[in-house]
């Protein structure tokens, strides 16, 4: 073939035009949401049983501190965020250990 034959046979390019704009935009913030946390967290406390948990005076006006300053609903909230924090600083041998002790305590 001579290479007038190979360009009669190739497809036409595409030929690109001005550059495209959306009809509409929107900002992040004007998006409507839902608190997923909160929502997810509230079911859980429903179905939980209740307990008390004996600590020093002390320590309850803190953790009563720190559910006002940060903003949160009732106490358990807050004890639940540090055992959040605590169990995301174990390595693995103490996760374990953890997921063990747990279930023993959870037979009784």
């Given at each position: ?57 002390t320590s309850a006006n803190e953790i009563r501190s720190l559910a006002i300053l940060l903003n949160r609903k009732n106490l ?33």
């Open positions: 073939m001579s290479l007038i034959d190979k360009n009669k046979n190739q497809k036409k390019l595409i030929q690109r035009s001005d550059a495209m704009q959306p009809e509409t935009t929107f900002e992040r913030n004007s998006l409507f949401s839902i608190n997923e946390d909160t929502k997810s967290l509230s079911k859980k406390y429903v179905k939980e049983k209740q307990t008390t948990i004996r600590v020093s005076e358990n909230d807050v004890i639940t965020s540090l055992i959040d924090y605590y169990e995301s600083q174990l390595n693995v041998d103490e996760e374990k250990e953890l997921k063990q002790i747990k279930k023993i305590i959870n037979r009784s």
